[in-house]
């Protein structure tokens, strides 16, 4: 099983790349998000594999980051979404992003990707609820706290979060914006921060990030 490629950039297409490693092209469908970090045509690019066998073919997908390799895999463990709908999400939300998706259960994200109409968006959020959070996704996730998302707070921790982020919508701001935002101030601020702390920590949040309003 090929599980990583290191090579060339021959040529890519919509969702494809051929990567050629020592003479030999290998032909790996990619998200938009992969595709766009790859370099152009003559640049050396390194890629994180998913091997899929089947009877009649052998196909390969490609991953910028162990990240977004396991939640490729995770997607396709919800019933109706095949590799084609699970590279269309990760072409739009990386894998920070999902775990707050999913603990927002922010439905509008995940239809935003070509092929998720509500009910799959709605089996994706029910189903992965309780794994997103347990789940670790390689450096992005230690390096930029996604354990620290909403998904695996202490009830009362969460409690104050969601609360802190329902205000935060109120003003104006996405779902997932906003407990985005929330999360990080609640593992800047520590434990003890209250709603009033977590909704100031949220917008300064925001505001660095441009999303004032």
Known sequence: MIAKLKGIVDSMGEDWVILDVNGVGYLLFCSARTLARLPDAGGAASVMVETH???????????????????FRLLLTVQGVGTKVALSILGILDADQLPQVIAAQD???LTRASGVGPKVAARILSELKDKAGALALGPAATQKGVKA??????????????????????LGYGRTEALGAVARAARDLGDGADVAALI???????SKEGGGR
């Open 200 to 206: 100031k920590g949220g917008l300064s949040a925001l």
């Open 53 to 71: 066998v089947r009877e009649d073919h052998i196909h390969l997908y490609g991953f910028g980051d162990r990240g977004e390799r396991e939640w």
């Open 107 to 109: 439905k509008a994200a």
């Open 149 to 170: 998302s909403p998904a695996s707070m202490p009830a009362e921790r969460l409690s104050a979060t969601h609360e802190a982020a329902s205000a935060l919508v109120n």
